[in-house]
């Protein structure tokens, strides 16, 4: 018998009894009503760290029985039982070898949320928006070129059925790549988008990353099939998908991107991050390697491929995008985003490195050769426009031609934040009955660009050496 499992279970009942009983209706027939499908990454949790009126209290997992769900449990029971404004979930739970066709079978709910194993995640949007059920996935949809494949047909039964397929994308929330993509609208400021080249591209995005980490202050245990590719995705398919996102959403916005025709892949990349046996044990909480892990072994360390670098043209642009895991960040660090914007007139520049404090900063930089004199004086006055729209953001002046953008503390509301104003967003277009015209066909540009990556960088993987977990 599994007593962790049973435990954690006793834990979240007790939790969930001791909340005070107020606030949204659960009984009320036109609530959202949730169902979490086979929860093994902690982002399924992060979508109710916070509670929403339009949606119903009882949420319904559907998972085979172990410490997967045991953790999203613990992590669910944790948010109900904090002091400060707790939620109310009543997670109703079932843990039967048939979980996915009892959740078809039943349809509790009418939103399946999805995050975790990758491996599995086409098929369950599929089989989802094939019973008439909206779904909520987190990133990546698929892992691969057969998976893209499907998903494309995902897409097209959800539209039959009038049903919406969305992936959660947190970083459209973060406030420097918000202030970023808005600079970048404001010619006095950006100027021209300049087209950049393969060596040079006129956008670059790079994504630093960590296998042992902190999750709404515990240390993050992770699941062994997290470090197997074939069930977690390689990184150029899985963190790069935020990435990708970026460039069309900040570059293109709310712009149709035809993956036939918008899409050029120039190149591609991906290397490994050694895990020691000490390491797994410590993110995983296991002692040994499963058999599945066992073919990417050597030496008694793991090799995971993890990391990985795509350069291609968007609508005539070039852009680069590359992701890095790390084994733990250093103290005082967290997950890290560096991202440039090249127009005519200045680079906008987001860093979040030791100088920074960990923590991501916006600059404009003027680019060579102009009056700075002149260019300070249209800049200062287009700024006005996005001082209005984000009161108490302001400019420090480094040196000439240089700027840094200072944004009051309650714009970086955090990461798991972002989770939150995500559904808010999902939740409204569930109540418009349609998500915005660009937001499918650039989801399928974003998956194009992943996965036909991934197929380039393992055609030429021979060029690359096997272990260069810090190459940028």
Known sequence: MNYKFLFVICIFLWSASCAPKTGQDASSGDKVRLITLDPGHFHAALVQKTSYPQVANEVYVYAPEGEDVAEHLKKIAAYNARSESPTLWDEKVYTGADYQEKMLREKKGNVVVLAGNNGKKTDYIYKAVSAGLHVLADKPMTIGAAGFEQLKKCFDVAAKNNVLLYDVMTERFEITTMLQRAFSKLPAIYGE????????????????????????????????????????????????????????????????????????????????????????????????????????????????????????????????????????????????????????????????????????????????????????????????????????????????????????????????????????????????????????????????????????????????????????
């Open 193 to 472: 988008q300049l087209p950049g080249t393969p060596d040079d591209p006129a956008v670059t995005k790079e994504s630093v990353h960590h296998f042992f980490k902190t999750v709404s202050g515990n240390p993050l245990i992770r699941p062994a099939w997290f470090f197997d590719t074939e069930q977690q995705g390689e990184g150029i398919v899985d963190v790069t998908t935020h990435l990708v996102d970026l460039v069309q959403w900040a570059c293109f916005p709310e712009q149709i991107i035809r993956y036939e025709t918008d899409i050029e892949l120039l190149d591609a990349n991906r290397w490994t991050t050694a895990i020691s046996p000490a390491q797994f044990g410590e993110a995983t909480g296991r002692d040994s390697y499963p058999d599945y892990l066992l073919k990417d072994v050597r030496n008694d360390t793991l090799h995971v491929y993890a990391n990985g670098d795509i350069t291609y043209k968007i609508k005539g642009i070039h852009a680069k995008v590359s992701v890095i895991w790390n084994y733990a960040y250093p103290e005082g660090g967290g997950d890290t985003h560096y991202s440039v914007m090249k127009g005519s007139k200045a680079h906008l520049v987001i860093e979040q490195g030791k100088e920074q404090n960990y923590r991501p900063v916006l600059s404009i930089r003027m680019t060579p050769g102009m009056d700075a004199q002149a260019y300070e004086k249209d800049m200062l006055g287009a700024f006005t426009t996005l001082a209005e729209q984000y009161p108490g953001i302001s400019l420090h002046k480094v040196k000439d031609g240089h700027w840094q953008v200072i944004v009051p503390k309650h714009f970086h509301n955090g990461h798991e934040a972002h989770f939150g104003q995500v559904m808010e967003n999902f939740l409204s277009f569930l109540k418009e009955g349609a998500l915005p015209a660009w937001e499918t066909p650039n989801m399928l540009a974003k998956y194009y660009v992943t996965t036909c990556a991934l197929e380039l960088a393992k055609r030429k993987a021979t060029s690359i050496p096997a272990d260069e977990s810090t190459r940028k």
